[in-house]
């Protein structure tokens, strides 16, 4: 049955952020060294202290949806939609992708930056490279592609062997087009048309010129030189080209070739979700993932978790030696994003359908609940 997501208010977010990038932590896997700073999905490549995962926190968020990041965005995001989101979110702030260009921008502004800072890296509607020798070895190739009002950024790259393509859509994740790689001989006569399946969004994270440059120095960048995985750039890239095929084809190692943006034959056809809301029921599975697993009450601080991540009440944390979950040891290693949850939710009376209009927090509830006038009123 299809249920509306919990929706945590921007006001409540803001105290959960990445201690690393800074970003709303709505991004798994979510780590933390001992509760009280935490690590989000995004920067899970940058090595650090926090090892320990937090289980308890994804699981609830999982039924919750949390406003965008980025400021001005007004998106209201499921658990699940956050990282597709941010990848195609016109406000997300970006480093611009043209070589060393040190300034930022939102990224729905690129097609102006580079028609004013970097105009000759413009190409409208297709890049063509004229007699170029396919087998010597070249830097990166950045071009900004104007396709039918729309922006993609492509990198190229060659070594002795492979040819390298990539091109990202910029504001939109678009499973309709493709790019197509034309080779060809200088007199016209032959061709090699390669096509990837399909165009990925920008993702500042893993595409950066300057990286697949082997020359950036970003932490937050996951191909940086500072990393190992740098030499596994080439792997993430769409197409990959032997030369000497294409050498060996055309007859020559001077060439031209051409990249465009071009529509599939067919378009699968999209179904909409449907629409229904099912607050309620939301609220339960919610709460659910609130409740202790030994005694089944609701938590609120102190929240305690084990090794592994498995949270417990302060009750129950008193009776038992070892996680029920997992058996792992326990410390006194608390779960303060959990805890800071349940002081922030607002919950209505259970006794909202005979009427009683007090809307409190977990502990709030509990107390209001044993005293609920409501209640008395109608057993007397």
């Not at 650090?48 to 209201?76: I, N, R, W």
């Not at 900004?144 to 040819?163: A, Q, S, W």
């Not at 009750?315 to 608390?334: F, G, H, I, N, W």
Request: some cysteine; overall charge positive; glycine content about 2%.
């Amino acid at each position: 049955m299809e249920t509306e997501n919990v929706y945590v208010p921007e006001e409540v977010a803001k105290n959960f952020k990445c201690v690393i990038c800074q970003k709303f932590l709505f991004v798994p896997p979510i780590m933390t060294k001992d509760g009280t700073a935490f690590k989000c999905g995004r920067c899970s490549f940058i090595a650090s202290d926090m090892t320990q995962p937090v289980h308890g926190f994804e699981k609830l968020a999982s039924y919750m949806a949390f406003p965008c990041t980025f400021k001005g965005c007004t998106s209201k995001l499921p658990w699940e939609e956050v990282t597709a989101h941010e990848a195609t979110c016109k406000y997300r702030i970006i480093n611009c992708p043209c070589y060393h260009c040190d300034e930022k921008y939102p990224i729905y502004t690129i097609i102006q930056h580079f028609e004013v800072q970097h105009k000759k890296y413009m190409c409208m509607s297709q890049c063509n490279v004229q007699n170029r020798n396919i087998k010597q070895p070249y830097r990166c190739l950045m071009r900004l592609i104007i396709h039918e009002g729309k922006p993609y950024v492509m990198f190229n790259y060659r070594d002795d062997e492979y040819f390298w393509l990539s091109v990202y859509s910029i504001r939109t994740s678009n499973k309709n087009t493709n790019v197509e790689l034309v080779f060809s001989s200088l007199d016209g006569k032959y061709s090699v048309t390669v096509k990837s399946e399909s165009i990925q969004p920008f993702n500042e994270q893993e595409h950066c010129i300057n990286c697949l440059d082997k020359d950036c120095k970003s932490k937050f960048h996951k191909f940086s030189k500072l990393y190992k995985s740098n030499g596994k750039i080439y792997d993430n890239m769409d197409l990959a080209v032997n030369i000497n095929n294409v050498v060996k084809t055309l007859g020559s190692d001077s060439i031209n070739y051409t990249v465009r943006i071009v529509e599939k034959m067919e378009v699968e056809p999209t179904v909409e979700p449907p629409q229904d809301s099912k607050k309620d029921l939301q609220l339960l599975v919610f709460l659910q993932n609130l409740e202790c697993q030994i005694c089944k009450s609701l938590m609120s601080a102190p929240i305690y978790n084990c090794i592994t991540g498995h949270t417990m009440c302060k009750d129950c944390k008193a009776r038992v030696m070892k996680c029920p979950q997992c058996q792992r040891e326990l410390t006194d290693s608390r779960c303060f994003a959990l805890e800071d949850i349940a002081d922030k939710i607002k919950l209505d009376c259970t006794n909202k359908k005979l009427g009683c209009r007090f809307v409190g927090n977990i502990d709030e509830n509990i107390a209001h609940e044993k005293l609920c006038t409501v209640v008395c009123n109608v057993i007397f």
